[in-house]
């Protein structure tokens, strides 16, 4: 039996999510797999996917929820294109592919792949009507998926762990020297280097590392931001930042270089990366910097103690408290070589695009469901 993986984005933004559901189109076309993109027209993803030489169908933007228009303009080009698999990840695509599946002539498999945590519980009547109607409901971590267990009605024998997936040959090839890589962002050899990279956004919390800066005496100690601010929100946080610097004295030690698509220069800059932010659900960048050998520093909340291994790959600390925070920068200050580059490579491993794309493969077979283990 042939299969036609159909990927459905709605979104006109350009962020984690998008690019999550882009990556693994590619990759699967790659692996050989008929795959096609329904986004709209002039949406980042559809320009990328254009770039990839990946097949595009434009769809009109649809509202969340009970666009029974929309979703039956849809079944009919599920239909046409003789799709066999349909591949959603953010929720507001969620109620037009359930409408589609219902309308469309032939069987759909419907899956959703969880980018973001369950906020409430979603055990109403309406709800778990729309999630009976999805085949296969992955989740990257099992925290998620235990959060899927206890806040839906959610068949528990069609949830999957399968994580997200990341190139690493293509991050190893980026791979430099620290003394050539500090020398292209204009960094000081002398100092221990914590770095953070993202735009400068307060969700990103560049200001709590700042704050945390400014709680440890030792000279030794520098702070490397890498990103732009937020195009919507202008500069006021920036700015904001600098003001924090000028007020503590932290000119010398505080290093801002704008966004470069190199990253692997900015890891091999840095001795450790800091994830500020108050919990990352699935902090991608957090593996990145583990591939590049970087151990990580960021909030025991969300999805990165899972990552982490609960502090065998790196230090955690209280969310949003600036004090804590700066214990953890004290103590890897104290201990820099607690965190071998090669075991946080190797754990690395486990989320490289090809063994993932292997179990999406069998999940998507209707392969049997994977007990969903407990930690």
Known sequence: MSHKLAYLCGSESWGGLEMNQLRNAKWMQER??????????????????TDFSI????????????????????????????????IVRDPRDMSISVIA????????HLSYFMEMQLGVNKRSFLHTIRFSYIDLWSCPLYWLAKQVETKTFFNKQKIRVITSGLDLNTLEKQTSDKLIARKKLNLPENL???????????????????????KLPHKNIGVCFLGEPTKEAGSDYLELMQEICLKNKLEEKVFIR??????????SAIDAFVMASKAETFG?????SMAFGIPVIASNAGGSPEILDFGKFG?????????????????????????????????????????????VENALSLAPSLEVKTT
């Open 32 to 49: 050989g797999h008929s795959v096609v993109i329904y986004c709209q027209q002039n949406s980042p993803i559809f320009e990328a996917a």
């Open 258 to 267: 704008p966004f470069r698509k190199d990253i692997g220069t900015f890891f």
């Open 284 to 288: 991608m960048v957090a593996i990145e």
């Open 192 to 214: 221990l280097i914590f770095g953070l990279i993202g735009r400068f956004d307060p969700l990103k919390g560049q200001v709590l590392v700042l704050e945390a800066l400014s």
């Open 55 to 86: 097949p595009v169908v434009a769809i009109e933007k649809h509202k969340r929820w009970y666009d029974f228009k929309a979703g039956k303009k849809l079944a009919k080009l599920l239909d046409s294109n003789a799709v066999s698999h349909l």
């Open 101 to 108: 599946k219902r309308n469309a002539k032939f069987k759909i």
């Open 315 to 359: 230090l955690l600390f209280e969310s949003l408290n600036a004090e804590s925070l700066a214990g953890q920068m004290n103590h890897f200050n104290a201990f820099p070589n607690q965190f071998l580059k090669e075991n946080l490579r190797a754990e690395a491993q486990k989320y490289d695009h090809s063994s993932v794309c292997e179990e």
